[in-house]
């Protein structure tokens, strides 16, 4: 094998690069949860996790409802998501986390 | 005498207007539609001949040029309009633009040009900041604090200057010490996970990560990657931070400056091999 063809493996199957990161989460809408994504699905995604994981924990933050009865305006199930819509980890614990978690 | 006199002049120039008026406006309408397409054909014929790798100067003389022998067709297209046509005139024009364009092409290249671009990101002494405007006498650039600082185009001749822009991409360099007791292989790991798994850093050249010293607190990791310019200082800090977080998660300990005292009294038994003799020296003093 090739060095170039032993890269190529490398590549295929160590680290995965994504090409971009949005962020996941669910609001009630009519009564039913939609799912959302921030940018939409048809925007430019972001190119940093640092920055979508930040936007995460300020929605989290702002849209926490009071109570789990009262969820008008609630963002729920928040966390980031890559160009392919897989769950992406936390880079600080490299864990998947998701903020305002909620069973739906 | 005197009204007739001034009425004579505005008939003659009524006469005038009735038979020329239409040749004039024409050869002014060629005027001003030949100054407007020399104005975009110049951008168009500069984005072409940046195709071909020309140096920026070549392209910048060609195109002055082209655009002097297309204003001289215009103006003697205009003029023959008026009904200037004779030779003398089409002579004197061909001798003008041959004797400008002799001085372009001569001294041109004599003429100093400013390393960078309206727009780029320049470095010039102990000056950071964006070019907002070039001018004969000096350049304008708005620091990244705000300022906006004039600064003669005669100090940056004269001075280092660094464009940032230059060139597409750049390299960033994520140096991190670790404790001598850490596990190198692991943190190298780690870290070049990082560089590779954000979508910023370039696929080639590979990111990597060297053992750079064994300093006196700590073993030196590099960690090199390159990414688009306009992306360097955001790329830079994020990376930093991810490869602080993920040492602390993954147990790897970042070394900080230390130093160990170690305070013996007279009957004190030495605690490091070695120790034994230091202090049987400090004993003699």
Redesign the interface.
């Known amino acids: 094998m090739k060095v170039v063809e032993a890269?190529k493996v490398i590549?295929d199957g160590?680290?995965?690069?994504?090409?971009?990161?949005r962020v996941h989460f669910q609001k009630q809408e009519n009564s039913e949860w939609v799912t959302e994504y921030s940018p939409g699905e048809k925007q430019k995604a972001l190119?940093?996790?640092?920055?979508a994981w930040r936007l995460a924990w300020k929605l989290a933050e702002a849209r926490k409802s009071d109570t789990p009865e009262n969820d008008d305006g609630a963002l729920v199930n928040i966390y980031v998501v890559d160009d392919l819509g897989n769950p992406t980890k936390y880079?600080?614990?490299?864990q998947f986390e998701v903020f305002n978690r909620r069973d739906i | 005498m005197e009204g007739t006199g001034t009425f004579e002049k505005y008939r003659a120039m009524g006469e005038l207007i009735a038979s020329q008026g239409q040749h004039f406006v024409i050869a002014l309408f060629i005027l001003v539609v030949g100054l407007i397409v020399i104005k975009q054909g110049s951008k168009l014929l500069k984005l072409l001949l940046e195709r071909f790798a020309l140096k920026p100067q070549t392209v910048s003389t060609v195109n002055s040029i082209i655009s002097i022998i297309v204003l001289v067709i215009v103006i003697a297209t205009a003029l023959e309009q008026l009904g200037m046509n004779s030779l003398v005139i089409r002579r004197v024009l061909f001798l003008v633009s041959l004797a400008v364009i002799g001085i372009i092409a001569i001294f041109r290249p004599l003429i100093p040009t400013l390393p960078f671009k309206v727009g780029n990101t320049v470095k010039v002494g102990d000056l950071l900041g964006k070019i907002e405007a070039t001018t004969i006498l000096n350049t304008r650039m708005r620091t990244f604090d705000g300022k906006t600082v004039f600064i003669p185009n005669s100090k940056i001749i004269n001075d280092f200057v660094i464009n940032y822009q230059f060139t597409e991409t750049r390299r960033v360099k994520v140096d991190v010490g670790i404790g001598y007791d850490q596990d190198i292989l692991k943190a190298k790991q780690i870290l070049e996970?990082i560089m590779?798994?954000?979508?910023?850093?370039k696929?080639t050249p590979?990111p990597t990560v060297y053992v750079l010293n064994l300093a006196n607190g700590c073993v030196q990791l590099g960690g090199r990657c390159w990414v688009e310019n306009a992306?360097y200082w955001?790329s830079r800090c994020?990376l930093i931070?991810?490869t602080k977080?993920?040492f602390n998660?993954?147990g790897i300990i970042i070394a900080f400056p230390q130093l160990d005292v170690h305070h013996y009294h007279g009957d004190a038994s030495p605690e490091f091999p070695g120790e034994e003799d230091h202090i049987r020296e400090i004993d003699v003093k």
């Not at chain 1, 880079?91 to 490299?94: D, E, I, L, P, R």
């Not at chain 2, 590779?196 to 850093?201: A, G, M």
Request: hydrophobic residues 30%.
């Open positions: 890269l590549d160590w680290v995965r690069k994504p090409e971009g990161f190119d940093s996790d640092v920055v880079y600080a614990s490299n | 996970t590779i798994e954000d979508p910023r850093v696929v590979r992306k955001t994020e931070e991810k977080l993920r998660h993954e």
